[in-house]
């Protein structure tokens, strides 16, 4: 029987692919002592219940948003767009103004939409989630948020939004990573 080959990691030219010139880039990842396979697939149950700052603040953002909705179900619906996908990982994309209380989200029906987009005053946002193997012989959870802002208007407003948000951004976005890597690691 021929050795399985993991799945190469996504890297930078992947993702610069969709957002070449993020004016915001968060990067989080986790550690796991199990193989990225086994990684992923924790990583693709958890829900929005089971945090609670992030699951709180997703369905206050986006209203009708289930509670029991898993991570994995939220990037692939509506005000996401998928965007790419394989056997340890997902990248989904979401373009609008992100800075008002409306929910200001054009539904994008392909990942083609979202590369062209060009809607003056508004960003394109990617979200990319993966796993890969570790040189320790483990493996990590990786969330990778860009922000691109199509204009200077955009890029002022992106801003001002950042300046109030980001200093909460850490506590929110290792949330889930924390809990998949728990669950990869000592199960349900």
Request: glycine share 6%; aromatic share 10%.
């Amino acid at each position: 029987m021929a050795a399985q080959v993991a799945p190469a990691p996504l890297s930078a030219e992947d993702l610069d692919a969709w957002v070449s010139s993020p004016a915001v880039r968060t990067r989080r990842e986790r550690s796991a002592a199990v193989d990225a396979e086994e990684l992923w697939r924790a990583a693709q149950s958890v829900k929005l219940s089971e945090t609670r700052s992030v699951g709180r603040l997703v369905r206050w953002r986006i209203p009708g948003t289930p509670a029991d909705l898993r991570f994995a179900e939220l990037f692939d619906r509506y005000p996401f767009t998928p965007l790419a996908s394989g056997p340890n990982h997902f990248l989904s994309g979401l373009c609008g103004r992100i800075w008002t209380f409306r929910r200001d989200y054009p539904r994008l029906s392909s990942a083609s939409e979202f590369q062209a987009w060009s809607e003056p005053a508004t960003v394109r946002v990617l979200f990319a989630h993966w796993s890969e193997p570790t040189d320790e012989g483990g493996s990590k959870i990786v969330s990778e948020t860009r922000v691109e802002p199509v204009d200077r208007r955009a890029a002022l407003r992106l801003r001002g939004l950042w300046a109030v948000v980001g200093r909460f951004e850490p506590l929110i976005g290792s949330e889930p990573l924390a809990l998949a890597a728990r669950r990869a690691e000592h199960g349900s």
